[in-house]
């Protein structure tokens, strides 16, 4: 089971996490939501006729909610033909990502991901909350996740990366990510 969140849109040439280590299987159960890198919201599975068909029956968040409204389900198939048809907005995340990974290492801060979503770790829940407003303070827009999306001590600052973030608003954020970090 792939939950690829994090992986479609950006990874394989946006095709996904799947597509990135050219793995094809019907005995993967794809999943992956509308809601980051296509701009969206909602969510979809893939996978061998029989899971589908078994989740459609029996998942119950699915059977006991409403479907997704045609405008977000438009807004998808919009999302997924822009991919296809403009691998340039991939290749300029691409290289916001190599060079937000640069200059965070630069800067001795550990962490860093393949994909656009960025997590720096931080510990301490109060802490991740208090850095994230000093960068809001900045101008960057980067939220404390803590517990319990994610395991109690590891709260951490997201950065999310976008194809059209500037060579100089990476620059700035690390910067002033680096700055908060140090007090
Ligand atoms: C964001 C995210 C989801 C859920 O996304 P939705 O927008 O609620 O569909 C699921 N898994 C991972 C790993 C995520 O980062």
Known sequence: MVDDAHGIGVLGRGRGTLAHFGIASERV????????????YGAFVTGAPEVVEWLMQRARPYVFSTALPPAAAAAASAALAIVAAEPDRIERLHANIAAFREALAL???AGSSPTAIQPVLVGDP????????????RGHLVPAIR??????GTSRLRVSLTSEHSAA????????LAEALAT
């Open 169 to 176: 608003q990476v620059a700035s954020l690390v910067r002033d």
């Open 107 to 109: 800067a001795g801060i």
């Open 126 to 137: 109060i802490r991740a909350v208090s850095l994230s407003a000093r960068l809001r303070e």
């Open 29 to 40: 159960v794809y999943m992956a939501t509308l809601g980051k890198a296509l701009g969206g």
């Open 147 to 152: 517990p319990p999306t994610v395991p109690a």
